[in-house]
């Protein structure tokens, strides 16, 4: 039986893209990882925002990726935490949330449908313009040097 790694494809490096975009990759990436992935994430919310709104722009960033896996047309696919490789899926997933985030709604719904299904699209390219804000001022903050992980500590696949 063939394996379907379509959305895993590399299509560019971490490096290749702004330091936000980065932050929300690795950010997925440590979030779909599990509980330890998650509170990591959950620290670099914390450290960025005050309680109450780190509490809410990292339920909407939650929101976001299981409304994503609630409805997507496949599986997500996505590159370990520290590959440096950007892989389709995660390129699709990081143009979502800038479009969304630049209040470019339409084009991030159309985006939308390569993830989901079209009745979910609108509401996934709404719930990604809230947390690729969020992810553009944690970035600032964070700098996406991410606890331990630096472009030495990279490596391919």
Not at 23 to 37: A, F, K
Not at 73 to 92: F, M, N, Q, T
Request: proline share 3%; charged share 25%; net charge neutral.
């Amino acid at each position: 039986m063939e394996r379907d790694i379509r959305g895993a494809m590399a299509v560019g490096q971490l490096a290749e893209v702004s330091a936000w975009e980065a932050e929300l990759i690795l950010n997925m990436r440590l979030w779909q990882d599990g509980p330890t992935g998650q509170a990591q994430v959950w620290s670099a919310y914390a450290r960025a925002f005050r309680p109450g709104d780190a509490r809410h722009r990292l339920r909407d960033f939650e929101r976001l990726l299981s409304v994503i896996e609630a409805n997507m047309l496949r599986p997500l696919l996505r590159h370990g935490v520290a590959c440096r490789c950007v892989g389709s899926d995660e390129a699709i997933f990081a143009n979502l949330v800038r479009f969304a985030s630049n209040g470019e709604l339409h084009e991030a719904t159309l985006i939308a449908t390569l993830l989901v299904r079209p009745a979910h699209a609108e509401h996934v390219a709404l719930l990604a313009g809230e947390v690729g804000v969020a992810t553009r001022e944690l970035a600032k903050e964070h700098n996406t040097a991410r606890d331990g992980l630096t472009a030495a500590s990279l490596r391919l696949h």
